[in-house]
């Protein structure tokens, strides 16, 4: 037997008791008479005692236990003089009798304690060590314990789990596959699915109503900080089921998620055009923990000699409550933020409402105070606040507009990571036009059904069409997507066509799913949540490579295992490949 207790468990109620401990080597601390060490394991610390005066061997001994070593211990329970209220087992600590090294460690390269001397990338290198540290444990836990909360909810719901295969061929999913060049068939290739969209359907051709995988998706993106080249999905799929149906289920499950997890009771979800979505708040993922809708300002403000509002095709405006006060240097380094070559503005125009009730701006030279108090009183501003203006091409304005809404809501403090407000988002443009390729994209994915009154304009206004599509988002986060599929091989026949598919292309690709349509394919939708992404804000962070045991880093690398890595002559001759090399330039 290694262990009677694990390094978590003792407590005032088993003083007096003989027991055995494994663990880590968290410290040492030598007083001279006494040595203690703080055993550490996944479930806490214990401190270890070890006198002079009772056994000066064993003291000496446990004095060289260096960081990390594996050691394994015998003694008795004992009162602790100064407890620690810090921790769970800091009523007690063990008296040791004997001590055993199970394993020796090197000096790790970097500390592993709640705050770390460790960068990133040296942390990566070692992750098993990293995995160690407090912060990433309870990550781990929380990821496993959504995972088993979503298995448990679901399976309470009747959906079946089922695997659907990693050697596939292409998945729309709009990023690009990794592929696996295939030994037997020379020539041949497997690509590694985006997301198991066509087999989940095919299941619910097969009968199987309601099925859901907590699975690994692929996708070969340049990568962003939040974004991983393999990451998990919770892919669901039911029939028969119109999509009331498919959102009330799944804010059924995120609310479950939340109240079970972290104790978070989630509000009712607000439902959100996109259209609404984008003209509220520039965003099709919309951060509600605060309000500061944009404001619409043409009307009052085109027409008065100002150049650059009257050229505007849009001119809009966010009420920062209580910034009035800012200074001129407070509102340059704003301009300067719209600026930034990420969010491409102009130039931001300002109008104070002074708490006297006077009004000051930028542009006073081309309005009277009575034209800016009525701009004021559309943006229901009061005195003390400031309006913020952006002006120029609508979605470009927008998209400035949103990420100034995000900073003031960041230095206003409204953006509690421990407050969540989730929402749909729903009415997706069907196709969105590709200005590289010159051809319309699917926005969702080509098997997401149109709205049915839109149907009509699928040739002749195609960007008007809207998509029976929703997101959920929480926080500004989008968190999980779906739509109602097409289940009618004439119509998926036709969004091929749009999407500039010729039919032998189609057929080629997507032949089996057509094939499957023709065999009674009942209706049915379906959603998948990022999980990487859920656990990080569950557990209140953005970054989702803390959520996942052994991630890669920004450059899609594997820092620990060193991969991707070449492989040997012989295995490339194997799989019918060759490098070429590469030519100077
Ligand atoms: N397959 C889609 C995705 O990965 C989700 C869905 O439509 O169910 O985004």
Not at 497 to 506: H, M, P, R
Request: a negative charge.
């Amino acid at each position: 037997m290694y262990r009677s207790h694990t390094c978590g468990e003792l407590r005032s109620e088993h003083i007096d008791q003989t027991v055995k401990l494994a663990g880590w080597v968290q410290r040492t601390r030598n007083l001279g008479g006494m040595t203690f060490i703080d055993l550490r394991d996944r479930y806490g610390v214990t401190q270890l005692a070890f006198s002079m005066e009772q056994n000066a061997d064993l003291c000496e001994k446990a004095r060289k236990m260096g960081r990390e070593f594996v050691i394994q211990i015998e003694g008795k329970v004992i009162e602790r003089s100064s407890k620690n209220d810090n921790i769970p087992t800091g009523a007690v600590e063990i008296s040791v009798y004997s001590l055993n090294v199970l394993s020796k460690s090197e000096v790790p390269p970097f500390t592993i304690e709640d705050d770390t001397d460790g960068g990133e990338e040296l942390r990566m290198k070692y992750r098993y060590l990293d995995l160690r540290r407090n912060p990433l444990k309870n990550n781990m836990m929380l990821r496993h314990k959504l995972a088993i909360e979503t298995r448990k909810y679901l399976d309470g719901q009747g959906f079946l789990e089922i695997e659907t295969p990693y050697l596939i061929k292409s998945t729309p999913e709009g990023a690009r596959d990794f592929v696996v060049p295939s030994r037997m068939h020379e020539g041949q290739f497997y690509a590694l699915p985006q997301s198991p969209q066509t087999f989940k359907q095919l299941l619910m051709v097969s009968g199987y109503d309601k099925y859901f995988q907590i699975v690994r998706c692929f996708r070969d993106e340049d990568l962003r900080a939040d974004r991983q080249p393999e990451f998990t999905q919770i892919d669901c799929e039911m029939t028969f089921v119109d999509r009331e149906d498919v959102l009330n289920t799944f804010e059924g499950l995120t609310k479950s998620l939340f109240q079970n997890t972290i104790d978070v009771q989630l509000p009712d979800f607000k439902r959100m055009t996109y259209d609404d979505a984008m003209r509220l708040y520039g965003s099709d993922k919309p951060d509600l923990r605060f309000g500061m809708q944009f404001i619409e300002l043409n009307d009052l403000s085109q027409n008065k000699g100002f150049k650059v509002f009257d050229s505007a095709e849009l001119v809009v405006g966010i009420c920062a409550k209580g910034c009035a006060n800012y200074s001129r240097k407070d509102l340059d380094k704003l301009t300067d933020f719209v600026k930034r070559p990420q969010i491409g503005a102009k130039g931001m125009v300002w109008v104070k409402y002074n708490e006297d009730g006077s009004v000051k701006s930028a542009v006073d030279k081309f309005y009277s105070e009575e034209d800016l108090k009525t701009m004021l009183e559309k943006a229901d501003a009061q005195p003390g606040d400031l309006l913020l203006i952006l002006s120029g091409e609508t979605n470009h304005t927008r998209k400035a507009m949103n990420e100034l809404r995000l900073e003031m809501g960041n230095r206003l403090g409204l953006r509690d990571p421990k407050k969540f407000v989730p929402l749909w988002v729903v009415d997706f443009p069907l196709l969105e036009w590709d200005e590289e390729t010159e051809r319309y994209h699917a926005m969702h994915h080509p098997f997401t059904s149109p709205i049915d009154e839109d149907m009509e304009m699928i040739t002749s206004a195609p960007e008007k069409v809207r998509a029976n599509a929703y997101d959920m988002v929480i926080n500004g986060v989008e968190i999980g997507g779906g739509s109602i599929r097409i289940h009618d091989n004439e119509l998926q026949q036709k969004m091929f066509d749009a999407l500039g598919f010729t039919k032998e292309e189609a057929q080629k690709q997507f032949g089996f799913l057509l094939d499957a349509f023709k065999y009674g394919a009942p209706p049915h939708g379906g959603i998948a949540f990022g999980f990487d992404r859920l656990a990080a804000l569950a557990g209140g962070r953005d970054n989702i490579r803390e959520f996942i045991a052994f991630p890669k880093n920004n450059a899609g690398r594997d820092l620990m295992i060193d991969s991707p890595s070449t492989v040997s002559k012989d295995q490339l001759e194997e799989l019918h490949l060759k490098i070429e090399e590469k030519k100077e330039e």
